[in-house]
């Protein structure tokens, strides 16, 4: 566990290594992680975790809001893999995915086929997609989540 100081020294050197500049000087303390408002066009500011240390950017697309429910919920890594667990709407789950999963059949013109494809990988749960990007997803997430369309875990692939 480090201290809020040790979080400190992190955020500057990032500042420092990255040219960003501080927004303003008030850091936010959340239960796992703090948030400092350091960056540059593009980035809102940084979250240092107190368990280890690692920082994340934080991106400037979002709320902060959404951010800090982004990094709460396992979205920060820049890749991370989707597993659905299980699935309450089919319908809508499907629809979902077509939107954000890159794997499966090419697209087409006609989305039956990667349909079909995608209620074959919900008939076997629990089904993983990714590693991806899907920081900017964190709005419809949270819409997934709110409504229980279906259950999801994030996670980031192991590197290797």
């Keep these: 566990m480090i201290t809020v100081e040790e979080a400190q020294r992190i955020a500057h ?3 420092d290594e990255r040219g960003a ?3 303003n000087h008030a850091v936010i303390d959340r239960q796992t992680y703090w948030f400092f408002p350091v960056g540059y ?3 809102c500011g940084v979250i240092v975790d ?3 240390g690692r920082l994340s950017v934080m991106g400037s697309a979002l709320p902060l809001d959404a951010c800090f429910w982004g990094h709460e919920h396992g979205f920060s890594p820049e890749f991370v893999t989707l597993r659905v667990t299980k699935v309450h709407d ?4 499907i629809e979902f995915l077509l939107n954000i999963v890159r794997e499966g059949p090419p697209r087409q013109r006609n989305p039956n086929p990667r349909r079909a ?3 074959e990988q919900l008939d076997a749960l629990p089904c993983e997609f990714g ?3 899907l920081w900017l997803w964190i709005p419809e ?3 997934v989540t709110a409504e229980g369309w279906f259950e999801y875990e994030i996670w980031e692939p192991s590197a290797g």
Excluded: E
């Design 141 to 143: 997430f949270r819409q």
């Design 21 to 23: 500049i501080w927004l």
């Design 41 to 43: 066009v593009g980035s």
């Design 13 to 15: 050197a990032y500042a």
């Design 117 to 119: 494809w995608l209620g």
């Design 90 to 93: 089919r319908r809508r789950a």
């Design 131 to 133: 590693p991806q990007r």
């Design 50 to 52: 107190k368990a280890d």
